[in-house]
């Protein structure tokens, strides 16, 4: 694995060797800490703009190399364009931009100067996010790369995060960095091929999270089957690797407060079981535990920034692989909600893994809300593309709540349609329902079985089919998997529920 730069941060300083990002805007003026090396650099700043024409447009670069006067290898000059236009996100790729430029030059020591050239201060939870921008851009899934030799091995960089509001900055970062390391966590489980992080390997990585101080109980089939998780074990029956459950608990709030609690697909690989998938792209189906993987890694962030509030994680976690034992078309299954399923795809097996998970969650938790997450449609990628996930939800206020965290973070959600006439569509003939609703709606049929599975309590079903991975590269993510879902609910949790 490509090490993680470690990030500190602290007050405005000279910078001594190695690399000094310093940032201007549209005015293209300079703040105090880039005009002093400017000035040590015999103008090499204010030339190189002018050299380069450099308009200080946002997420702007420009590299200079080897300037003469000072100890410096380069110094890079990062655009913020319009501040009046600068919105939280844009801090987080401000980061993520100062690390690319780093990267590329396979830099091992940085000075970060952070600072507006209006004059105006830097607050700590910019600085923060700045940090969590450079690290989420910073991580690569290359640890099955053997390098051709040791020195090819890159270094971890050590970078300076420089700014007048250091005292709080630091804190802020040291519960910001609990977040980028849960959005990596969750990239790392996706990533992970599905020979190495079966269902055993994923139930392990949930009971690592004792570590960060989170309660974890893992499930058997044993206990899943007592239970009643018909549903959930039917997906699994067919698979040599045996189905889990993972309920990671969190208590950060007050001994009384009623838990929130989110819910997690965690198929680790989906061959769509007898009704199999095409061979085109199928290898992408390791990634079919993402909402687990957004889960976990939502849960390592709130423990690791002790968030005030006391939180369910629960995945199910299962294999779908065609088998002499596997579920068939026309099974018919009861759910532990006494609910009967006609299978008639088993392709469509994430919306029966959540049935069981969100029932039980809901019966066992009584949580105040629940957040269900899942790749569970390819419907929402031809909707939505992979530019906004799908929010499908029984309650206005927790969906408007998600949109907003979804902008402030970068992750945005596109609310969708549930209505009592879709269920037309997954009437069964043999069975409550049945698990397709066929082609037409299939998103919203999907999320429309999900709420069969789910009573009065504050939903919401996030489906990350087009947003978990295989998405754009951009300026916080050079991976296949984005963690996306974890920065989101974490923020969801930070302005709505704590303390
Ligand atoms: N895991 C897939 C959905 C998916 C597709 C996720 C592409 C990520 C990328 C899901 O289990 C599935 O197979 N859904 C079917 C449902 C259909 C059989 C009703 C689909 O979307 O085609
Ligand atoms: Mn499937
Ligand atoms: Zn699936």
């Known amino acids: 694995m490509a090490p993680l730069p470690s990030i500190s941060i602290s007050k405005p300083a000279d910078p001594k060797k190695g690399v ?51 100890e410096l290898d380069r110094i890079v000059l990062v655009g913020m364009g319009k501040m009046a236009e600068m919105k939280e996100y844009d801090w987080v790729r401000l980061g993520g931009v100062s690390m690319g430029q780093l990267v590329g030059a396979k830099a091992t020591a940085a000075s970060v100067h952070l600072e507006r050239a209006d004059g105006e201060a830097v607050d700590a939870d910019q600085a923060a996010d700045v940090g969590m921008g450079m690290k989420l ?34 804190k802020a970062w040291g519960e910001r960095e609990g977040v980028a390391d849960g959005a990596i966590l969750a990239r790392d489980l996706v990533n992970e091929p599905a020979n190495v992080l079966g269902t055993e390997e994923f ?14 109980e893992i499930l058997d089939e044993k206990d899943m089957a007592k ?16 189905s889990k459950m993972a309920i990671m608990r969190w208590n950060g709030g007050k001994a009384k407060q009623q838990p929130i609690a989110f819910v997690g697909k965690g198929v680790v690989f989906d061959t769509g079981g007898i009704s199999i998938k095409p061979a085109a792209s199928m290898e992408d189906m390791k990634g079919d535990m993402g909402g687990a993987g957004a889960v976990t890694g939502l849960m390592h962030a709130l423990a690791a920034r002790k968030a005030k509030a006391n939180v369910v994680g629960v995945i199910g976690l299962v294999e779908n692989m065609p088998d ?31 049935a069981d998970a969100l029932w039980y969650t809901q019966e066992t938790f009584k949580p105040a809300f629940m957040i269900n997450l899942a790749t569970l449609t390819g419907a929402i990628i031809v909707a939505l593309g992979s530019q906004n996930a799908g929010l499908f939800s029984n309650n206005d206020e927790l969906s408007e709540r998600l949109i907003a965290a979804g902008l402030a973070t970068g992750e945005p959600l596109w609310r969708m349609p549930l209505s009592k006439e879709y269920d037309k569509l997954i009437e069964a003939k043999n069975a409550d329902i049945k698990n397709t609703g066929g082609r037409n709606a299939g998103s919203i049929t999907a999320a429309q079985f999900l709420q069969h599975f789910v009573n009065d309590v504050p939903w919401a079903h996030l489906d990350i089919a087009g947003t978990a991975m295989s998405s754009p590269e951009n300026d916080i993510n050079k991976s296949w998997a984005s963690g996306y879902g974890v920065r989101l609910l974490d923020r969801l949790v930070r302005d709505h529920y704590e303390g």
Not at 28 to 53: E, F, H, M, V, W
């Open 20 to 70: 000094a990002v310093v940032y201007t805007d549209e005015s293209l003026g300079l703040g105090p800490a880039a005009a002093a090396i400017d000035k040590a650099a015999g103008g090499a700043i204010t030339r190189a703009i002018k050299a380069a024409s450099f308009k200080g447009a946002a997420m702007g670069t420009l590299d200079i190399v080897a300037p003469g006067g000072v």
């Open 137 to 170: 851009r910073a991580y690569k899934f290359d640890k099955y790369k053997t390098a051709k030799d040791k020195d090819d091995k890159p270094k971890a960089a050590r970078i300076t995060i420089h700014v007048e509001c250091a005292g709080d900055a630091k």
């Open 203 to 216: 139930a392990q990585a949930a009971k690592d999270l004792e570590k960060v101080g989170v309660k974890v």
């Open 227 to 242: 239970l009643g998780m018909r549903s959930l074990l039917a997906v699994g029956q067919g698979s040599v690797r045996p």
């Open 324 to 354: 002499a034992n596997a579920q068939r078309p026309g099974d018919i299954v009861t759910a532990m909600s006494g609910k009967t399923i006609e299978v008639l795809n088993t392709d469509a097996e994430g919306r029966m893994v959540l």
